[in-house]
């Protein structure tokens, strides 16, 4: 289009230059004097011919340029309506690439979506995880606080991570402020007792050693007094399975230690008790196999000994029996209303030659007219004998035992008290003589014995009675045992109720 307007251009410049030159011809021509007839005609129209060449080409021109501009539009018109077929494919074009970048986007959405939601599930179980193993943390924490035995945990350059309120005890060391603290430092700063440092360095041994536990029995100080430990250190894995520190507990064993010593000391002195009795009956019999009881009053003494000792021997064994029994509920018991005066004055009778033959004055008391209990007859009876005994065991040649009984009706209780001038029993001892074995360190030269009868006196009263038994004492100055059980009538009323 542009080519053909400038072709257009040109054709009409170049007629509008031959018209005017034409033109320009007839004006020149017309200025000759003389020519032809043609000539004269053409002079006599010459100026008319010129002005009309002029206004032709004024007219090629102005049509010219009117043509250019109507082409013009044309031409911007075609161009506006091939831009706009333009603008339409690119349109659909576009609207194509939107539908598939749309699509695309969804699809990334979506998968997106997806892999979020993945996530977000792989996020959930990881907190759901981190959670659980919180709270086994705690729980595991909590488990190792409320234990009574001392633990500590150290990691694999002995430092502390982990200890319970027994461990600080022990130690002497507050856990908040010695985590994450060498052993060394914390044991050998808290604590001059060369044990207690000791067993740091018996720790880091057993955390290098080979095996995945050791064992060894310590013993501290406590108080000025020896207490000892099973101490078990065990060493620690991680998830790869390698050694990353180790647990310490120690099991405060005292206790069981004293038990075994008291089992030890009680079989010794049963059987001195058993030999004993056993070896006046062999020796008697013997004496009376051989003849050497020639007159009937020595087979009578050797008689009376001998049913003495049986007597002994069977009382020692029935101990240790009852004591069995009533500790496993074995044990038969036959209740009913008794009056403890009356068991007491029993008792009293066969006490007495005991007592005066180391020459100790028995005293007893006026008869309580409402005194019944609902007791085992023969259990009680055995818990008076016991006291008594006990009473003139202990008490040296010139002293005196005496019982007593009291009436609490407002309680419902009788109590019954054997005191006597003996030796006493120290302060820090009182707490433990009706255990098991258990005898007084100070009165063991005293008099002999196996320790079982006042534990039997505490079965009895408190296991089978529901009553109660007290010690008070003073060294030097005596004792008072008793015990408590409650009234018959009391005992018929919470029936009846």
């Not at 909590?142 to 002995?158: G, H, N, P």
């Not at 403890?340 to 029993?346: G, H, N, P």
């Amino acid at each position: 289009m542009d080519f053909g307007k400038s072709l257009y251009a040109i054709v009409t410049i170049f007629v509008a230059c031959s018209l005017l030159a034409a033109g320009l011809s007839i004006v020149s021509v017309s200025g000759i004097g003389e020519g032809w007839r043609v000539a004269q005609y053409v002079q006599r129209l010459g100026p008319v011919l010129a002005v009309c060449c002029i206004f032709a080409t004024v007219g090629v021109i102005w049509l010219g340029w009117r043509w250019s501009r109507l082409a013009g539009e044309i031409t911007l018109t075609a161009q506006t309506l091939e831009k706009a077929d333009s603008a339409a494919d690119i349109k659909s074009s576009e609207s194509k690439v939107a539908k598939g970048m749309a699509a695309a986007i969804t699809g990334c959405v979506e998968h997106h979506k997806a892999r979020i939601a993945e996530l977000q599930k792989q996020v959930g179980d990881l907190q759901l995880k981190n959670q659980l193993a919180q709270k086994r943390e705690a729980h595991v924490e909590a488990i190792i606080y409320s234990i009574r035995d001392a633990v500590i945990v150290v990691d694999e350059y002995d430092r502390l991570l982990m200890a319970n309120e027994a461990a600080g005890r022990l130690f002497g060391f507050e856990f908040k402020n010695s985590q994450h603290k060498g052993v060394d430092e914390v044991i050998g700063s808290c604590s001059k007792d060369e044990d207690r440092t000791a067993f740091a360095d018996f720790l880091k041994q057993a955390r290098q050693s080979r095996g995945r536990a050791t064992r060894k029995e310590l013993e501290f100080l406590d108080n000025g007094k020896p207490r000892t430990f099973d101490c078990i250190v065990s060493r620690i894995r991680d998830q790869e399975g390698g050694f990353c520190g180790a647990v310490a507990v120690l099991h405060d064993i005292t206790r069981e230690k004293e038990i075994s010593q008291m089992k030890n000391d009680f079989v010794s002195h049963v059987s001195h008790e058993l030999k004993t009795p056993l070896a006046s009956i062999t020796a008697y019999s013997e004496m009376l196999c051989d003849g050497e009881a020639d007159d009937e009053e020595t087979r009578k003494k050797f008689y009376a000994v001998i049913q003495g000792q049986a007597k002994r021997l069977n009382r020692l064994i029935e101990d240790i029996l009852n004591t069995s029994r009533i500790e496993s509920g074995l044990i038969k018991v036959n209740k009913e209303p008794v009056s403890l005066t009356i068991l007491i004055e029993e008792q009293l009778q066969m006490i007495r030659s005991y007592a005066e033959e180391k020459g100790i004055s028995v005293r007893g008391q006026t008869p309580i007219v409402f005194d019944q209990v609902y007791v085992d007859r023969d259990m009680i009876s055995q818990v008076i004998v016991n006291l008594l005994s006990n009473a003139v065991k202990y008490t040296p040649s010139g002293g005196s035992v005496g019982i007593e009984m009291e009436v609490d009706e407002i309680a419902g209780l009788a109590r019954v008290k054997v005191s006597d001038t003996g030796v006493g029993i120290p302060e820090d001892e009182i707490g433990h003589v009706f255990d098991k074995f258990y005898r007084v360190g100070a009165n063991k030269k005293q008099a002999k014995g196996t320790g079982l009868g006042l534990n039997l006196v505490k079965q009895i009263v408190e296991k089978v009675h529901n009553g109660r038994v007290f010690v008070t004492s003073k060294v030097g100055a005596g004792s008072t045992f008793g015990f408590e059980l409650p009234l018959a009538a009391r005992v018929e009323t919470v029936q009846a109720v």
